[in-house]
């Protein structure tokens, strides 16, 4: 008997028909596998010094063409000429590239110096960092750590960031006047894998919440934001490095894959680690499929500097005092509710609190306004619904909201 044709899972570009919604079947390791066990051509990456795992290394053979070139008239267009190859490698390729000795050793330790003070003063104020991927208590990190690394060494802090292999993958990627936010992060030893995952936007929702979202945002936000590492010690594989699965960004219904058991397992058996010496960096798509290593080594408190940069596009174009319009429109609200819109959680209730309140829960002070039953905090919206559903009285909702908001302020006391 012949088996039925399966719909494969739609594979639709940005510029094509308007599409759907992914649907919980759209997943399936038979259309997965293909994609991602492709092999890397270390012909197509030709300003590369080798490629290890599938992913190419970029180093000396690099830095002379571009070197060598801006002596000339054609320095620009030589790093346009890295730029598409590295671009290329994030989108069409792998996924991830390595770039050795992306930062100087005595940079990288007076950073490190100013990474573990920090660290050090969280700790002894009981404030230690969790994390989105992994149980408390498994690693030590910082959040929002670029205005505490500036404040606190200016010029440590410029020569750091002053790196231009960090701008080169950075323009490659996103543009120009991208975003940067740094989350130093050490995983000690005896410190356990994370959970596989996808990263922000739609890496930090849980299954039911990617599905809401249409095809075609699952297919633009890898290109809103970009991650990288920066090396602060070296990495032997037994220090836990971070695991990868190359060219599994180029699955279309990923962010609902990488939850369920047979891609996690799949991810399990087939994930590459890549051995990092300190100043190495790497920086990968943020829809590859990845996880921090478990730290099986007996001494080595494996430090790296987690960027997550983001497109200048991800503004609107005028400022909203959302918590001004949720104060004033809740008696209504409430009363609407209570009557004719027949509940909190009708639809024209929640079509309300989305335009009246934020519902996004990025950026925030991560510090103080810390995940709520998941890997993101309550949005406003969320608050606005709870107190809708719970008859809250407005000042209290006045209070609740202005507590919200004073959490989500960098430098709050």
């Not at 230690?128 to 149980?135: S, V």
């Not at 919440?209 to 590492?229: C, E, F, I, K, N």
Request: with cysteine.
């Amino acid at each position: 008997m012949t088996a039925p044709a399966r719909t494969p899972p739609p594979v639709i570009s940005l510029t094509g028909p308007a599409p759907g919604w992914f649907a919980p079947g759209d997943c399936r390791l038979e259309d997965f596998r293909p994609l991602v066990e492709q092999a890397t051509r270390p012909e197509d990456y030709p300003h590369a010094d080798g490629v290890q795992d599938n992913v190419p290394s970029y180093g000396e053979r690099m830095r002379g063409y571009l070197d060598a070139a801006a002596e000339g008239p054609d320095g620009a267009a030589a790093r346009r000429d890295v730029q598409a190859e590295l671009a290329r490698a994030l989108g069409q390729g792998p996924g991830i590239v390595v770039f050795k000795q992306a930062f100087g050793a005595d940079v990288v330790d007076r950073a490190t110096e100013v990474f573990t003070a920090l660290i050090t003063e969280q700790t002894a104020s009981g404030t230690a960092g969790g994390d989105h991927f992994a149980k408390p208590g498994a690693n030590d990190r910082i959040w929002g750590a670029l205005d505490k690394f500036a404040l606190r060494a200016p010029d440590v802090f410029a020569d750091y960031y002053a790196n231009d292999i960090v701008a080169l993958i950075c323009e490659a990627w996103l543009g120009p006047n991208y975003q940067m936010t740094s989350q130093p992060n050490v995983v000690n030893p005896g410190g356990q894998a994370q959970l596989v995952h996808r990263d922000y936007h739609l890496g930090f929702m849980d299954r039911a919440q990617a599905l809401a979202y249409p095809v075609r945002a699952h297919l633009l936000s890898p290109a809103l934001t970009l991650q990288g590492a920066v090396a602060h010690c070296d990495m032997p594989v037994e220090s836990g490095p971070t695991m990868y699965l190359p060219n599994s960004q180029k699955y279309p219904p990923g962010y609902i894959a990488y939850q369920l058991p047979e891609f996690i397992e799949y991810f399990g058996a087939h994930y590459v680690q890549l051995p990092l010496e300190k100043g190495d960096a790497a920086f990968f798509n943020p829809a590859l499929f990845h996880g921090a290593g478990t730290n099986r080594s007996a001494n080595i408190r494996r430090m790296a500097n987690l960027l997550q940069v983001s497109s200048a596009f991800g503004r609107a174009m005028e400022t909203v005092d959302n918590m001004a319009i949720c104060r004033t429109v809740f008696p209504v609200l409430k009363v609407r509710a209570a009557g004719a819109w027949g509940g909190a959680d009708s639809q024209a209730a929640r079509n309300l609190i989305t335009v009246a309140a934020e519902g996004y829960p990025f950026p925030t002070n991560l510090d103080r306004d810390q995940p709520i039953g998941g890997m993101t905090p309550q949005t406003q919206a969320g608050l606005l619904s709870q107190a809708v559903a719970e008859d809250w009285e407005p000042g209290r909702l006045d209070a609740e909201l202005a507590a919200q908001q004073q959490r989500r302020i960098v430098g709050a006391a």
